[in-house]
């Protein structure tokens, strides 16, 4: 049983050779970089010597001034909290919502340039130190304030109240 299978090695061994010496003569007859270096020689011609008129350069800029232009016209200002312009409502960072004091801040994203709000939790309502959130499958959603160990259960999830907080801003509703 031995013998079979180095015969069969032997076999598949020959089999790969004759069969990777057929493809590399085939690559060698002709050159790999071919395609590239024509797809250069392309880019060369008709690109990098591409001729161009001031007066196409100025018609190409004024073009783009002109659709920035009517997109700034036609831009409303995003009810998303976007703008830092009447923006008493930063200084809008806690608020007593269904019984409970919640403290936060807000963060501008400088991607979208909106504002969110970050480090939501509750005070604790004996000595006023921000508590620490946990919503477990257990426990359900606790609050404890690591300085006189105050719990307070079931409070509401907190995206709910991250909308309840937004909506008091574009209502006007908040403390000023």
């Known amino acids: 049983m031995k013998n079979n299978n180095e015969y069969k090695i032997a076999i598949f061994g020959a089999f790969v ?10 690559i060698k007859a002709k050159p ?3 395609t590239f270096w024509n797809l250069l020689k392309w880019i060369w011609n008709h690109i ?9 350069i100025l018609i ?6 002109i659709i920035k232009s009517i997109i700034k016209a036609f831009k409303k200002p995003n009810e998303n ?4 312009n ?3 409502w930063l200084n809008y960072t806690e608020d007593n919502i269904n019984g409970l004091n919640w403290r936060w801040k807000w ?23 921000s508590m620490h959130l946990d919503d477990s499958y257990v426990y ?12 307070i259960r079931d409070y509401k999830d907190l995206v709910k109240i991250e909308a309840i907080i937004i909506d008091n801003v574009k209502r006007d509703m908040y403390k000023k």
Do not use: M
């Open 17 to 26: 050779s004759i069969f990777f010496t057929a493809i590399y003569d085939f």
């Open 32 to 34: 790999i970089l071919s």
């Open 48 to 56: 990098f010597e591409f001729q161009l008129k001031i007066w196409q």
């Open 60 to 65: 190409f800029f004024i073009t783009i001034w």
């Open 81 to 84: 909290l976007t703008t830092q």
């Open 86 to 88: 009447d923006a008493d």
């Open 107 to 129: 963060t501008k994203n400088v991607l979208t340039h909106k504002w969110n709000i970050e480090d939501l939790t509750i005070a604790c309502n004996k000595c006023g130190t």
């Open 140 to 151: 359900g959603k606790t609050a404890e304030c690591p300085r006189c160990e105050n719990r």
